[in-house]
């Protein structure tokens, strides 16, 4: 099992960048794929990035492709989601997942969920 704990949200002006950061507790992190995913307020959630066991494999939403960068550090358990030339349409809160397969981009192929952390940028 694994828990997942998201940090580094908060406010920006479009244009502005962010990084989060999923730390997950458990010794064998590095046997999960990961994702993001976001969910703004009365839309489904919807699928953001993904990164491979070894991190050597990355997909991201037609949305987000070019703008956000997936990245993984196994020895510090922790994944990233940096995110560069933010939009108001990005507001959302965000959440990483992982997965047994490799990597996903659907969320029922994911097993364990954060607790989620907001993004708002403002226009």
């Known amino acids: 099992q694994v828990q997942l704990v998201e940090s580094g949200g908060g406010s920006v002006q479009a244009g502005g960048s962010l990084r989060l950061s999923c730390a997950a507790s458990?010794?064998?992190?590095?046997?999960?794929?990961v994702g993001w995913f976001r969910q703004a307020p009365g839309k489904e959630r919807e699928f953001v990035a993904t990164?491979?066991?070894?991190?050597?494999?990355?997909d991201y939403a037609d949305s987000v492709r070019g703008r956000f960068s997936i990245s993984r550090d196994n020895a510090k358990n922790t994944v990233y989601l940096q995110m560069n030339s933010l939009e108001p349409e990005d507001t959302a809160a965000y959440y990483c997942?992982?997965?047994?397969?490799?990597?996903?981009?659907?969320?029922?192929?994911?097993?364990?969920w954060g607790q989620g952390t907001q993004v708002t940028v403002s226009s």
């Open positions: 990164i491979s066991r070894s991190g050597g494999s990355t």
């Open positions: 997942a992982a997965t047994f397969a490799v990597r996903g981009t659907k969320t029922y192929e994911y097993h364990y």
């Open positions: 458990g010794r064998t992190f590095s046997s999960y794929g």
